[in-house]
């Protein structure tokens, strides 16, 4: 129950990031907000770091395979195109499309067992959910 909150927390998060982050687009550059949104994060992850956790920051690069440390530039590219998104197709069309995207590169990671997860059969039902939600989208935008 607790995971399903957070999912349902970190959705409403990403949308409001998004309109937030257009936004600041708007009285700069993409890549000026871009590294604002970045930057302030650090500032929010050391601080919570610091309040909460104390870890090891060097036991990051123990990770294994090295790819897996990516992530922070693939976040830069994610805030990149969730305000071109935003700014071109609304926030309501654009969260539909990013959701859709990342329900079935999530899935095909999970049938192929990538990146160390761990691989689950085709599951029709799964299939016919993610052509369900698409079908939404087309009601959704047709006019």
Partial sequence: MVGLFIALVSGAL???QG???TQVTKASSIWAANAFVQFTALLVCLGAWLAADRSSLGAVFKVEPKYMLLGGAIGAFITYTVIKSMDMLGPARAVML??????????????????????????????????????????????
């Fill in 98 to 143: 990013i959701v859709i995207a990342q329900l079935i590169v999530a899935y095909v990671i999970e049938m192929l067992g990538w990146f160390g997860v761990e691989k689950q059969p085709l599951e029709w039902r799964k299939v016919a959910g993610m052509a369900v939600a698409i079908a939404g989208i087309v009601i959704f935008k047709w006019k």
């Fill in 14 to 16: 990403m949308s409001v």
């Fill in 19 to 21: 309109v937030f982050n």
